[in-house]
């Protein structure tokens, strides 16, 4: 598995920790993991598409920014990313776009888990080690 949740942060919050071969499918993965924490993400089609274009002042501020996007469309329309592509992600311009694709929370197929409220700067890290790059968030619940 590209990501593992982390539970050791204490009772209010979870991580995630993720390792891919490039920096996009570290975000793509990482946006997945999202969904995986609140909800089973085999229960989710790819119903629905939503573009994403984000600006930030560094690389891990976009990593925040990026998931903090799928949470923001958890929240404002009722919708859960199954699966995640990322067209551009700029390392040193820290500009990303890509889309989401997934559907709408239906109570009676997506059992909710936990509902993540916030991605936080806690312990974030976000680092190149040989040819993997690896990411860690952790999320207030």
Same mark, same amino acid.
């Given at each position: 598995?590209? =990501? @593992? ?14 390792? *891919? ?8 993965? *990482? ?8 909800? @089973?993400? !085999?229960?989710?089609? @790819? ?14 501020? &976009? ?8 949470? =923001? &469309? ?7 990313? +199954? ?9 040193? !311009?820290?500009? &990303?776009?890509? +889309? ?23 312990? &974030? ?17």
């Amino acid at each position: 598995m590209p =990501y @593992e949740i982390i539970d050791e942060n204490g009772s209010g919050d979870t991580g995630l920790k993720i390792t *891919a071969p490039t920096l996009a499918k570290l975000f793509e993965e *990482a946006a997945i993991g999202v969904t995986s924490i609140m909800s @089973e993400t !085999g229960s989710f089609r @790819e119903k629905e598409v939503i573009s994403v274009d984000i600006k930030s002042a560094s690389l891990e501020d &976009l990593l925040i920014d990026w998931l903090s996007e799928v949470v =923001y &469309l958890k929240d404002a329309r009722n919708f859960l990313p +199954v699966r995640a592509e990322i067209s551009r992600l700029d390392d040193k !311009g820290y500009h &990303l776009k890509g +889309v989401l694709h997934g559907e709408k929370i239906d109570r009676k197929r997506h059992p909710v888990k936990v509902d993540i409220k916030a991605v936080t700067y806690y312990n &974030l890290r976000l680092r190149k080690k040989g040819n993997d790059w690896i990411g860690e968030v952790v999320f207030d619940l």
